[in-house]
């Protein structure tokens, strides 16, 4: 039997409307101050929250984690190889059993429809933890940590995404970007652009929202005014590693050394990265690159990673801000 999402599920990001982006960024913002202050009201008590993790990660875990035992809930965490999900076990089987046990269900999935299915078998709210094409969570803390930087309106932020713009956070990025009205910039080479049913998406979305959209092969126009220069890893996780030499040979020209924010001519241009990040040779892939191509970083150069301009951990705190703002929109009572 099957039934339809949950509507406080978030799949992807033209899930939410501008509004709801707008109101969950109020909400996380307010969170973050409330936690700053030892103001915190713990709204998610008797809440139990479950992560099927297919694939590792740092951050998103974390950050649900720590946000939900903040709130006064309780999280269980099913890693990579710990259920019986896919193997065993039908997704939709796993998905009707979680959804007996738990109140929501965050998932990171090697396929977006892994995730779909969730949605449709569990019968309670299904978050995108990251899956091969969306990675939402990560967007809306990109969205707050450049509203904090910048200041002004979300509508007056230009930022520019350099890189892989075939991957989940590019694609999240540009369509977040859309419904918000902002400044999008995404400059990658032609066969690692943003597929065209999600420009296609982010055009509709920009109709109504006044957001300037531009995709390009060409960095520096694409870079000129950004207040934000973002970037990421140019394989992501699950991608083969021979995938690695003819990333390397198409992306060297979207490398953000200083080069690139300086082009924006913004006096208080900000790199960010949503992490892991390869900026030295200190990493088993960083010395891998090294040996292999002579690299030293790879999508982002040290002097910008570790420069003044560089906010990536702040971004990597607003995670937390962020997905707790989705767990007390969702189960706060
Ligand atoms: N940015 C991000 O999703 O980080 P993790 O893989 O560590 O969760």
Redesign the pocket.
């Known amino acids: 039997m099957t039934s339809r999402p949950d509507p406080r599920s978030l799949l992807q990001d033209l899930d939410l409307d501008k509004q709801q982006l707008l109101d969950l960024l109020t909400l996380a913002a307010q969170l973050k101050r409330d936690k700053q202050h030892g103001d915190e009201l713990p709204r998610l008590r008797g809440k139990n929250i479950v992560l099927v993790f297919e694939k590792?990660?740092?951050?998103?875990?974390c950050s649900f984690e720590v946000a939900a035992y903040d709130q006064g809930g309780q999280v269980t965490y099913l890693g990579p190889e710990w259920s019986h999900l896919g193997r065993e076990e039908s997704v939709a089987d796993t998905a009707r059993v979680l959804g007996r046990m738990f109140d929501c269900i965050a998932l990171r999935g090697h396929a977006q429809d892994t995730l779909e299915q969730f949605a449709e078998h569990a019968g309670v709210p299904v978050w995108n933890a990251?899956t091969d094409v969306w990675?939402p969570t990560?967007s809306l803390a990109d969205v707050l940590t450049m509203t904090e930087h910048h200041g002004g309106d979300v509508e007056d932020i230009a930022f520019c995404f350099t890189g892989d713009g075939h991957s989940n956070i590019a694609r999240s990025l540009l369509v977040t970007g859309a419904l918000l009205g902002m400044d999008v910039r995404v400059a990658a080479p032609a066969g690692l652009q943003p597929p065209p049913d999600v420009v296609a998406a982010a055009e509709a979305a920009a109709r109504s929202s006044g957001a300037r959209l531009m995709v390009t092969d060409d960095l520096y126009p694409a870079v000129r005014g950004a207040d934000f220069v973002y970037t990421d890893v140019w394989v992501s996780?699950g991608e083969p590693d021979d995938a690695w030499a003819a990333r390397v040979r198409s992306l060297l020209p979207y490398r953000v050394t200083d080069d690139v924010p300086n082009a924006s001519n913004r006096f208080g241009v900000r790199f960010m990265h949503?992490?892991?990040a390869i900026h030295n040779r200190g990493t088993v892939i960083g010395a891998s690159l090294h040996q292999q191509f002579g690299l030293d970083g790879a999508e982002v150069a040290e002097e910008v990673f570790e420069s003044k301009r560089s906010i990536v951990f702040g971004q990597a705190e607003n995670?937390m801000h962020t997905i707790k703002a989705l767990l007390v929109r969702a189960l706060a009572e």
């Open positions: 590792n990660s740092t951050r998103t875990r990251l990675h990560q996780m949503c992490l892991p995670r």
